[in-house]
């Protein structure tokens, strides 16, 4: 398992092109996404805004972080992938510069969160997994699946969950460690 400051300390790009880390939103409870504009899964980018909105003042951010492996669906410029989300999705949470999330070229963090948490839950009635084996999609357990997978990192910086595409942030095994985070740390 990852410790704290393994993941606090990982140097990240915003996506305006300055730097942060993790660190910089130390005691609150973090959702690491990664996001794309053009796929299937993009309309969560309305719940999460509502999420972060909502439980701000609770201690929760959502942290955005554009990726383009699946299936090209995040083709944009870091410039065009902000106007986007402001424009239609009134997003105000933080973006970050696009990054690799599988693979060689995996950013540190993902490397990180995936360390702590090698598997996402899935729905227990049909899982991610095999629905996009079923567009011909092989997501190797460990790597991310697709776009919009979550990570949940507590007020310790430690993960305590990963998430599949499909789960929402509305979706109560989500919603209920969300919630457990936010107020049994406050």
Known sequence: MAEPHALDQIGLRRIDGGSATLADYAGQVVLVVNVASKCGLTPQYESLERAYTAHRADGLVVLGFPCNQFRGQEPGSEAEIQAFCSSTYDVDFPLFAKIDVNGSQRHPLYQAMIDAEPDAYERPEGGMRERLRQFGVEAPRGDV??????????????????????????????????????????
């Open 145 to 186: 699946m697709w776009n919009f997978e979550k990570f949940l990192i507590g007020r310790d910086g430690r993960v305590i969950g990963r998430y599949a595409p499909d789960i929402t942030i509305d979706d109560a095994p989500l919603r209920d460690a969300l919630h457990a985070e936010l107020v049994g740390a406050a």
